[in-house]
């Protein structure tokens, strides 16, 4: 059994998907906590939730990099309707990542500046928060796409039309 982990933890496409529930449910359950600090006034609680959206937006980073790194081990375990969502996935990922970097850098100074300056607390709390739905959208549509690479019972609509080499190498 340890042997089979330590394998599947040598493979790419394996700890991308370990990780990858992390940006979207990781923020998820810390996004909840934050408002429910904010609602409360709390500043323990809304500290104790900044770190968990740092961590989890942070996350997003080895979910995007394992997941560029098992893209053509990926591409060759799947059919054709699969790899167009393989590359609409990877697409969807390398344009969106930023989100969540943007995200992990707001939850960082809603960290540290109230430190200096107590006032801006609620302002930066409430900006993590509107930041973190849409990191949490974002996380979706990528996800959305991922799921279908290798779920055919997830595919309920057609793949996205193919596309070109030259379209890849942005």
Do not use: C
């Amino acid at each position: 059994m340890i042997d089979g982990l330590i394998r599947g933890l040598r493979q790419p496409e394996y700890v991308h998907v370990l990780l990858n529930p992390l940006p979207v449910y990781g923020l998820l359950i810390a996004w909840i906590g934050l408002i429910i600090g904010l609602i409360s006034k709390s500043r323990r609680a809304q500290l104790a939730t900044l770190v968990l959206v740092l961590v989890s937006s942070l996350s997003a980073w080895p979910v995007y990099e394992f997941g560029q790194q098992a893209y053509d081990r990926a591409l060759s375990m799947t059919d054709e309707d699969g790899e167009r969502w393989l590359d609409e996935h990877r697409d969807r990922g390398e344009d969106l990542i930023w989100i969540f970097y943007a995200l992990a850098a707001l939850s960082a100074a809603a960290i540290a500046v109230p430190i200096k300056w107590p006032k801006s607390s609620a302002p930066l709390v409430i900006a993590v928060i509107l930041l973190g739905a849409a990191a949490l959208g974002t996380g979706a549509y990528i996800a959305y796409a991922g799921g279908r690479i290798r779920h055919r019972e997830f595919r309920n609509e057609p793949a996205p039309p193919k596309r070109s080499e030259q379209e890849h190498e942005h």
